[in-house]
């Protein structure tokens, strides 16, 4: 079924749309940006992602009880715009946009650091540059041949995370490894005990941790590409939270409980040192592939939402027109090649401070995201006070606990961009994403963007 209000190919079965959210959340940010955040709140950084988990619940529910209502592929961009204002929806569109297009950088920053294991000797920025390349071109292909290629993508990580996870359980209640002596859990709260720095610094890791949880929302923009969102949706955002807390719990107490949490990443990727530590180098190197597929696959979902948000924008008048094209296959090819565009920048960041590059993406990111988060909680209060008793009675889907669970939300949000004044390398978002976002604003009105016409949605060229 095509999708005729907007020109884009309902290609996306239910299985894509899981596994493309998947994997657009199990990245760097679980993988490489997990080490860090264990060196700040030791094994307390479990609890950490516990509760940063159920704020994640509660966005997603709200999007989703929105893309149940309103499967269209501006999602909460377009939400914003019709619930909230014009403004709003611009904001929350080229907010987003930067978000995915600066997660490019940085997965492909991540590329290079684990290639750096099997080719010590190249330049980071070659990897960064063919990974940013390869992964253009399959977004450039039919919407179904993208999804065919996340689904691998994201399949290959969580086999490799739960057998991982089953592994580690060997290890530690069985031996496997260590001369059938069971290694138990001591490791939690030996070297300093569950909070070695204590409640700062639990509190310091959370904007690290709410990092690797951003990007779930990806979903709500697959929905005008869905087959049936009515019922894709619902069973995607379901099945998925619940998978992401075991594979991000699961994986995290296996590491901290066979590798004492103050020797985590001080040799990359925290996964890759803990099968080096129990004497499978060979494993290692496999586990290497695999965190290299994730990254390359959030990198893909990137592009994909990048590149359906800046055609959305071009559409509404609040990008240049030539963006808004599709191709005959239904792709919004010259929207995909501008975001492809922008990571490039990731490549010159690797080349001229490798060390650093991943650390200021990471940083940088996390402030639009959360507030793109802000933006999706606050435009669904506005899309629950817009509907009529009898609409509130028909929705059939969701957002639990409403509106107490969104009040949580948000608030914890708000306490976490506080936080960020007080770490280093946070720091520097807290001035660039307003800077960033300012930026926008003064565009708007200089441009006179409220005054656009919008085109029609569609057209191929």
């Given at each position: 079924?095509?999708?005729?209000?907007?020109?884009?190919?309902?290609?996306?079965?239910?299985?894509?749309i899981?596994?493309?959210?998947?994997?657009?959340?199990?990245?760097?940010?679980?993988?490489?940006?997990?080490?860090?955040?264990?060196?700040?709140?030791?094994?307390?950084?479990?609890?950490?992602?516990?509760?940063?988990?159920?704020?994640?619940f509660?966005?997603?529910?709200?999007?989703?009880?929105?893309a149940?209502?309103?499967?269209?592929?501006?999602?909460?961009?377009s939400?914003a715009?019709?619930?909230?204002?014009?403004?709003?929806?611009?904001?929350?569109?080229?907010?987003?946009w930067?978000?995915?297009?600066?997660?490019?950088?940085?997965?492909v920053?991540?590329v290079g650091?684990?290639?750096?294991?099997?080719?010590?000797?190249?330049?980071?920025?070659?990897?960064?540059?063919?990974s940013i390349?390869?992964?253009?071109?399959?977004?450039?292909?039919?919407?179904?041949?993208?999804g065919?290629?996340?689904?691998?993508?994201?399949?290959?990580?969580i086999?490799?995370?739960?057998?991982?996870?089953?592994?580690?359980?060997?290890?530690?209640?069985l031996?496997f490894?260590?001369?059938?002596?069971?290694?138990?859990?001591?490791?939690?709260?030996?070297?300093?005990?569950?909070?070695?720095n204590?409640?700062?610094?639990?509190?310091?890791?959370?904007?690290?941790?709410?990092?690797?949880?951003?990007?779930?929302e990806?979903?709500?923009?697959?929905?005008?590409?869905?087959?049936?969102?009515k019922?894709?949706i619902?069973?995607?955002?379901?099945?998925?939270?619940?998978?992401?807390?075991?594979?991000?719990?699961?994986?995290?107490?296996?590491?901290?409980?066979?590798?004492?949490?103050?020797?985590?990443?001080?040799?990359?990727?925290p996964?890759?040192?803990?099968f080096e530590?129990?004497?499978?180098?060979?494993?290692?190197?496999?586990?290497?592939?695999v965190?290299?597929?994730?990254?390359?696959?959030?990198?893909?979902?990137g592009?994909f939402?990048?590149?359906?948000?800046?055609?959305?924008?071009s559409?509404n008048?609040?990008?240049p027109?030539?963006?808004?094209?599709?191709?005959?296959?239904?792709?919004?090819?010259?929207?995909?090649?501008?975001?492809?565009?922008?990571?490039?920048?990731?490549?010159?960041?690797n080349?001229?401070?490798?060390?650093?590059?991943?650390?200021?993406?990471m940083?940088?990111?996390?402030?639009?995201?959360?507030?793109?988060?802000?933006?999706?909680?606050?435009?669904?209060?506005?899309?629950?006070?817009?509907?009529?008793?009898?609409?509130?009675?028909?929705?059939?889907?969701?957002?639990?606990?409403?509106?107490?669970?969104?009040?949580?939300?948000?608030?914890?949000?708000?306490?976490?961009?506080?936080?960020?004044?007080?770490?280093?390398?946070?720091?520097?978002?807290?001035?660039?994403g307003?800077?960033?976002?300012?930026?926008?604003?003064l565009?708007?009105?200089?441009?006179?963007?409220?005054?656009?016409?919008?085109?029609?949605?569609?057209?191929?060229?």
């Open positions: 079924m095509e999708n005729h209000e907007h020109g884009l190919k309902r290609h996306l079965k239910a299985r894509h899981r596994l493309m959210a998947l994997g657009s959340t199990i990245g760097v940010g679980l993988f490489l940006g997990s080490a860090t955040a264990i060196q700040i709140a030791g094994p307390s950084i479990l609890l950490a992602y516990l509760l940063a988990g159920m704020v994640a509660v966005v997603l529910r709200t999007l989703g009880e929105m149940v209502h309103e499967p269209v592929a501006g999602s909460f961009a939400y715009s019709t619930y909230v204002n014009p403004l709003t929806g611009y904001m929350v569109g080229w907010g987003y930067t978000y995915w297009v600066v997660v490019a950088i940085a997965e920053t991540a650091i684990y290639m750096g294991m099997w080719f010590p000797d190249t330049p980071q920025w070659i990897w960064a540059l063919s390349v390869l992964m253009g071109l399959i977004n450039m292909i039919a919407v179904k041949v993208f065919e290629f996340e689904f691998w993508f994201a399949l290959i990580k086999v490799a995370i739960v057998l991982m996870i089953a592994l580690g359980a060997a290890v530690i209640f031996g490894t260590n001369d059938w002596v069971p290694m138990g859990l001591s490791n939690l709260w030996q070297h300093g005990g569950f909070f070695p204590g409640l700062s610094g639990l509190l310091l890791s959370l904007h690290m941790v709410l990092f690797a949880y951003v990007g779930i990806m979903i709500g923009l697959s929905a005008g590409e869905a087959e049936n969102p019922t894709t619902p069973m995607a955002i379901d099945s998925l939270t619940w998978r992401i807390l075991i594979f991000y719990l699961g994986a995290l107490l296996v590491i901290l409980a066979i590798f004492p949490w103050n020797e985590v990443g001080q040799h990359g990727s996964f890759v040192a803990m530590r129990i004497g499978l180098r060979e494993a290692a190197g496999l586990i290497n592939f965190v290299i597929t994730a990254a390359l696959s959030s990198c893909n979902a592009i939402s990048g590149g359906r948000l800046l055609w959305a924008l559409a008048g609040y990008a027109k030539r963006f808004a094209y599709l191709s005959n296959n239904g792709v919004p090819h010259r929207a995909v090649i501008g975001t492809v565009c922008v990571p490039m920048v990731g490549v010159i960041l080349y001229f401070v490798p060390d650093k590059a991943f650390h200021y993406m940083a940088a990111v996390t402030f639009v995201g959360l507030m793109v988060w802000v933006a999706i909680l606050y435009t669904h209060y506005r899309f629950r006070s817009s509907l009529s008793q009898k609409q509130l009675s028909e929705l059939t889907y969701r957002a639990p606990w409403w509106p107490y669970s969104s009040w949580f939300a948000l608030g914890f949000i708000f306490m976490v961009i506080g936080l960020m004044s007080f770490h280093e390398d946070a720091r520097m978002a807290l001035v660039v307003p800077i960033l976002l300012g930026l926008y604003l565009l708007y009105f200089l441009l006179g963007l409220g005054k656009k016409e919008k085109l029609q949605l569609g057209e191929q060229k």
